[in-house]
């Protein structure tokens, strides 16, 4: 009976781990949306803050999963924590070099669009 226990208490944080890390979220598409506004996105960006939020970005708590970017703007956003890091005033997330940069240093040919939502982090 000892073994039991044992082998019990040893599963029990792996049996927990997994419910709490499980969303029931498909995480290929954008959420809440009749039209995907961005087709070709095949994933969500894990966490590029990675204990650091950078020069333009500020430590939160919970800071979401739908930044401001160069193209979207989400109007909505699913209630996740995501990342800890989010743009300080006048800056956007880059997806492409993964940090914050300044609106203005958006590239020229991309014009955001306010949607829904547009979600970028896991």
């Not at 290929?28 to 990675?50: A, E, Q, T």
């Not at 979401?64 to 996740?80: D, H, I, N, Q, R």
Request: hydrophobic share 40%; glycine share 4%; charged share 20%.
């Amino acid at each position: 009976m000892v073994w039991f226990n044992s082998l019990c208490f040893l599963l029990l944080p792996a049996l927990l781990m997994d419910s709490v890390m499980t969303t029931g979220i498909d995480e290929d598409h954008i959420l809440n949306h009749d039209v995907d506004p961005d087709p070709g996105r095949m994933k969500y960006i894990w966490n590029p803050f990675s204990g650091f939020c950078g020069e333009n970005a500020t430590m939160v708590r919970c800071a979401g999963v739908c930044p401001e970017t160069c193209a979207f703007k989400s109007l909505k956003c699913p209630k996740y924590c995501g990342v800890n890091c989010v743009c300080k005033p006048d800056y956007v997330f880059n997806e492409n070099l993964q940090l914050c940069i300044l609106k203005t240093d958006c590239p020229l040919d991309i014009k955001q669009l306010v949607v829904e939502t547009h979600r970028v982090f896991q």
